[in-house]
Nanobody
Framework: QVQLVESGGGLVQAGGSLRLSCAAS????????MGWYRQAPGKQRELVAV???????NYAASPKGRFTISRDNALKTVYLQMNSLKPEDTAVYYC?????????????????WGQGTQVTVSS
């Protein structure tokens, strides 16, 4: 199994910054895609940003230009640097990984979620 542990959420004033981290553990050789999603109260979960094993990135329109996703393949960790935070960024942020290879040469599989970390931006 794959476990994801998130950290770095909290309360920050508008215009401030936070950095989220998500570390994957278990029997893992490589991970194809690592990303962040968020869910605000009363809303559906939405994509924030995703990064592939080759470091290609994709961002949702709202955080683009303010958030930066990165990953450390050796540490099996994905980061989300969030700058110029706005009250509308308030949500529970979830880490997600897809396409896990447990050993070299096997077909990647799986879709795993972290437990979520609360980000609250006050105005």
């Amino acid at each position: 199994q794959v476990q994801l542990v998130e950290s770095g959420g909290g309360l920050v004033q508008a215009g401030g910054s936070l950095r989220l981290s998500c570390a994957a553990s278990g029997t893992i050789f490589s991970i194809d895609s690592m990303g962040w999603y968020r869910q605000a109260p009363g809303k559906q979960r939405e994509l924030v940003a995703v990064i592939t094993s080759g470091s290609s990135t994709n961002y949702a329109a709202s955080p683009k230009g303010r958030f930066t996703i990165s990953r450390d393949n050796a540490l099996k960790t994905v980061y989300l640097q969030m700058n110029s935070l706005k009250p509308e960024d308030t949500a529970v942020y979830y880490c997600n990984v897809k396409g896990v290879r447990r050993w070299p040469g096997v077909i990647p599989s799986g879709d795993y979620w972290g437990q979520g970390t609360q980000v609250t931006v006050s105005s």
